[in-house]
């Protein structure tokens, strides 16, 4: 099991303080979530297409409007604004209550966040540089004026009540947001990174997925699907830290091009989880670590800056050594991810608190922590 620094206690801290909160918001009795019957279950026009929806306290969705109006106020900054985090630590309270996942008003916060970010996307025009939008948990995308790159997109997260079903964007803004990707990396075989049916639907635009072999072999075998490392590919050593990957040239069929290099690392001791490099036909190059958490892999972590530049690391908050790793990659600029995956228990679901508290003394290198949907514009290294 990865043992990851506990979000519980500041988390129940956010939850009391928000249970009080009715008295002067909506003033009702707050409900206890253990006493609260299902919503039967209806169909939807959108996605998912059956949802059971439980009562909420009245405090929730206003929260959630008053701190997108913060954020939009409050825009990503480094180093970042009060207002900014303000918005992101409020929004740590709700989101930690256990059942968060199954209400109404956090499904409609969580479309509204991913349908700006799709428009977004679709009517960007970037000429300079690279403009990076954060999606759901791990999830992120990278545009240049030449190429844009998906990294672990996921419509959503996993229903409690329909097992295999997604409480997520329709098939509809999925569609509209991979016609706008080139390639797609996904890091390791976790359901909060690796989406089969979205997998799918970007094969079907023919389209190349780069993939580690565990996930690979859960897709019918398609040659656009990628797998540069082997499943036994021996561990490195500090007598052995091996070489470093190799970049490959991948052509589309659309006339683009672009490099990319996999790091072999791990979550944990064995669960395969690939490291994925990308140089740009602008020489911008964008690491994003997946689930990174293998002790074993420091042997190569900690040379990456001897051999490879890096722009931009698109990191998870919650990794075993955050600061070795910055010091082994040495990127130009920092991006964090995985806060609040909702599907995760409150005390793994990392908070946006926590992430602030890692950075705060940070006045190097450039660290920009988003929400759901939120971008950055990156121009290189001054």
């Known amino acids: ?79 970042p604004s009060q207002g900014r985090q303000d918005a992101l630590m409020l929004l740590d309270g709700p989101l930690h209550l256990e059942m968060a996942d199954r209400f109404k008003s956090t499904y409609d916060f ?22 990076i939008w954060r999606l759901y948990n791990h999830g992120f995308v990278v545009k240049t004026p030449s190429v844009t790159i998906g990294f672990d997109i996921i419509r959503g997260w996993d229903s409690r009540d329909n097992p295999g079903s997604c409480i997520g964007i329709s098939p509809e803004l999925s569609s509209r947001l991979l016609s706008r990707i080139d390639v797609l990396s996904v890091s390791h075989f976790h359901g909060d990174h690796f989406d089969k049916e979205l997998i799918r639907l970007f094969l079907e635009q023919k389209k190349p997925v780069i993939l580690p072999p565990d996930a690979a072999s859960q897709l019918p075998p398609n040659p656009l699907i990628l797998v540069p490392r082997k499943a036994d ?20 069929q659309n006339g683009k091009n672009l ?26 190059t ?19 800056k ?9 990191v998870n908050c919650w990794t075993s050594n955050i600061w070795r ?20 228990t409150p005390d793994h679901r990392e908070a946006f608190w926590r992430s602030f508290q890692i950075f705060r003394d940070q ?20």
């Open 1 to 79: 099991m990865i043992k990851r620094r506990p979000v519980f206690l500041i988390s129940l801290f956010c939850i009391q303080l928000f249970w009080a909160i009715p008295l002067w918001i909506g003033g009702n009795e707050p409900l206890r979530m253990s006493d609260v019957p299902l919503i039967p279950k209806g169909k939807s026009a959108g996605a998912p297409p059956s949802l059971a929806f439980i009562p909420e306290p009245d405090w929730v969705a206003p929260i959630y409007v008053y701190a997108e109006d913060l954020l939009r106020q409050n825009p990503p900054a480094f180093p």
């Open 110 to 131: 969580f479309i509204r966040r991913m349908t700006r970010a799709i428009e977004s996307i679709e009517n960007a025009k970037v000429e300079q540089g690279a403009r």
């Open 233 to 252: 590919d021996p561990v490195p050593t500090e007598k052995d830290p091996g070489k470093p990957p190799a970049f490959t040239l991948l052509n589309f």
């Open 259 to 284: 490099e990319y290099a996999v790091y072999p690392g791990h979550q944990g001791a064995d669960a395969l989880n690939n490291i994925t490099l990308f140089r740009t036909p602008e020489n911008l």
């Open 286 to 304: 964008f690491l994003h670590t997946g689930d990174q958490s293998g002790d074993l892999d420091w042997t190569w972590i900690d040379r990456v």
């Open 306 to 314: 001897d051999c490879q530049k890096v722009d931009v690391i698109m």
């Open 325 to 344: 790793m910055i010091q082994g990659v040495n990127p130009n600029g920092i991006l964090t991810g995985h806060e609040v995956e909702m599907r995760h």
């Open 363 to 382: 006045t190097g290198t450039a660290v920009q922590i988003l929400f759901w949907g939120e971008d950055v514009l990156y121009l290189g290294k001054k």
